[in-house]
């Protein structure tokens, strides 16, 4: 009996392009149901996209948004796999930090702009602080929640071998929790891109691909709505698949052989 548990090759790919034209057709049928100004179809948004993306100011917003994605999005992994870490050999704080979390990223992340406003200012820095606090939730969790399933004979072994609490950490905790981490980056590149054209839409500061889509929504420009939208769509694909995808691989390489 084969226990493959997922799609592999060619499969894979055909499954997201039967999705692609799945949301493409149920985007044109309601295109036909409505009036132009209302929904505009397919083909004028992708004309528009291209058209827009040949623009300096396109890539100025695009370039702006990655900006404030990177910056957000590294120290959010960085604390969230440190904390993560450091709570599999002090419990207590796991404890804490895991209760934290759970009272904490019940907030909507764009309830947190408001507040970053005042005591930032207007800039890059405050949308940057909300982007991390969105992802740092669920990389966080799943750092967490992969160590408590550490064997322990293995924890065990390395203490009796003379192990620090260092090498716990590095030779131990880290390799066991890899799959776990790697799933948690995805969610938490999730959150943080919709965490940055919430807050990017909300604060109208500096250019970006969430500012853009509030200006065509302020000027009825549905033709400008739907081509932002199908940016950012396309946009988080093609980082999901092209880069968390082939890290998954290269980092959990044994289990796609």
């Given at each position: ?68 994605l990177g ?136 250019k970006g691909?969430?500012?853009t889509l ?44």
């Amino acid at each position: 009996m084969s226990t493959q548990s997922r799609l592999l090759g060619y499969r894979k790919k055909l499954a997201m392009l039967l999705a692609i034209v799945f949301i493409f057709l149920l985007w044109q049928i309601a295109a036909w149901s409505l009036p132009d100004f209302l929904m505009p179809g397919v083909l004028p948004v992708l004309g528009r996209l291209w058209q827009e993306a040949q623009t300096p100011e396109f890539r100025t917003a695009l370039w702006g948004s990655l900006t404030r994605l990177g910056g957000g999005y590294a120290a959010a992994m960085l604390f969230g796999i440190g904390f993560g870490l450091v709570g599999a050999v002090l419990f207590f704080f796991r404890e804490v930090l895991k209760s934290a979390i759970i009272i904490l990223q019940s907030i909507p992340s764009i309830a947190w702009v408001p507040l970053f406003l005042i005591l930032m200012g207007f800039g890059n820095l405050p949308i940057m602080v909300v982007v991390a606090l969105a992802a740092f939730f669920p990389a966080a969790l799943s750092v967490m929640n992969a160590t408590e399933s550490v064997q322990q004979v293995h924890v065990s072994a390395a203490r009796v071998m003379g192990a620090t609490r260092w090498d716990m950490l590095k030779r131990v905790y880290l390799p066991a929790v890899m799959p776990e981490l790697i799933t948690g980056a995805q969610l938490a590149f999730g959150n943080a891109w919709r965490a940055l054209i919430s807050a990017e839409m909300l604060i109208g500061f500096g250019k970006g691909l969430g500012r853009t889509l509030a200006y065509a929504g302020e000027t009825a420009d549905m033709v400008g709505v739907m081509t932002n939208i199908l940016a950012i769509a396309i946009l988080a694909a093609l980082i999901d698949q092209f880069i968390l995808e082939n890290l998954k691989h290269r980092v959990l390489r044994y289990q796609y052989v």
